[in-house]
């Protein structure tokens, strides 16, 4: 167990119930985490429709096939679009002091999400709907901008391409594409399958297993919310030579709450029971058996070096 780990525990070792409401309260982080990381893997990896190739256009000719004029596609067809910014081309710049981070993009930009960091730093996860700003809402989420709306006009905020903190570039894709990507790290996460709305259900928040978790008791004696506090957090990829190895949890203006269940906001966890978080399957395993399991382990990369948070449940 981590030596923060550790003096998390010292400082609430008044009895043995106050210890296990801590190690509980990491539980329910650990389990968000788990949920965090199904989604950041999973949900958004289905790419954009490809545009038609020419030939699979149908084409009219007046003289056979005489047609109403306003059956003609005469600025092209909707059907050849390949990507939705094109309707977006002559949206302005936003002028909010904000950097576009990382974005969950899917078929429908209007079910996104996005990571956005303001003029101090700070970083905050946000979905489409949500206000970014006084009067500005997050209004849809491509793969490498996002639309925000200020009193129903649109403005477009670009992701920057500086490097991002715990990354390293990967080579760049020839065109963005729908599914995950991260500022500076030149990533798209491969095409897969889109999870359906009932199978998003299974790992919503309704659903998440609490295995009698007193959640108003840890509040009262930490003074830190698990639920609210796992709300605020996000896991950012790590990716080392092109290829994700972790996730590091940002906690952003909770990162003192995340430091009283004994972990650092720069942590980096990289495992979860043995099981490596970049295997979005077996995860998703761990997650159905958190209810039989009797103890937890956690392994983050702290400082350069590997540390495990051990949970006994017993």
Do not use: C, Y
Not at 117 to 132: C, I, K, P, T, W
Request: charged content about 15%; hydrophobic content about 50%; glycine content about 8%.
């Amino acid at each position: 167990m981590s030596n923060d780990f550790t003096d998390a525990l010292s400082r609430h070792r008044l009895s043995a119930p106050i210890s296990w409401l801590l190690l509980a309260g990491l539980l329910v982080l650990m389990i968000w985490i788990v949920i965090e990381l199904l989604w950041l893997v999973l949900r958004w990896q289905q790419p954009l429709p490809e545009a038609l190739p020419r030939s699979a256009v149908p084409t009219t000719t007046l003289a056979s096939n005489p047609v109403a004029l306003s059956k003609w596609h005469l600025f092209g067809s909707a059907l050849t679009l390949a990507d939705p910014r094109a309707a977006l081309a002559n949206a302005p710049q936003s002028s909010l002091q904000l950097r576009l981070l990382l974005v969950w993009s899917g078929r429908d930009p209007k079910q996104g999400r996005a990571i956005l960091a303001d003029a101090n730093g700070v970083e905050q996860s946000l979905r489409v709907g949500a206000e970014v700003a006084p009067g500005v809402v997050l209004d849809q989420v491509l793969a490498d901008r996002v639309v925000l709306s200020r009193g129903g006009v649109l403005e477009v905020l670009t992701m920057t391409r500086e490097r991002a903190p715990n990354t390293r570039s990967a080579p760049s894709a020839a065109a963005p594409k729908a599914g995950f990507a991260a500022a500076g790290a030149g990533l798209v996460m491969p095409a897969g399958r889109l999870l359906s709305t009932a199978e998003m259900g299974q790992i919503g928040v309704p659903n998440v297993p609490m295995i009698g978790v007193d959640l108003e008791a840890v509040r009262k004696q930490l003074g830190v919310d698990p639920m609210e506090l796992a709300r605020q957090i996000t896991a950012l990829p790590v990716m080392e030579n092109g290829k994700m190895v972790g996730v590091r949890l940002n906690a952003g203006a909770q990162s003192a709450a995340l430091a009283r269940l004994g972990l650092q906001p720069e942590d980096v966890v990289t495992s979860i029971n043995g099981v490596q978080v970049t295997d979005p399957g077996r995860i998703a395993g761990v997650l159905a058996n958190l209810p039989q399991t009797r103890r937890l382990s956690v392994a983050v990369r702290r400082n350069g070096k590997t540390e495990n948070l051990a949970v006994d449940l017993n």
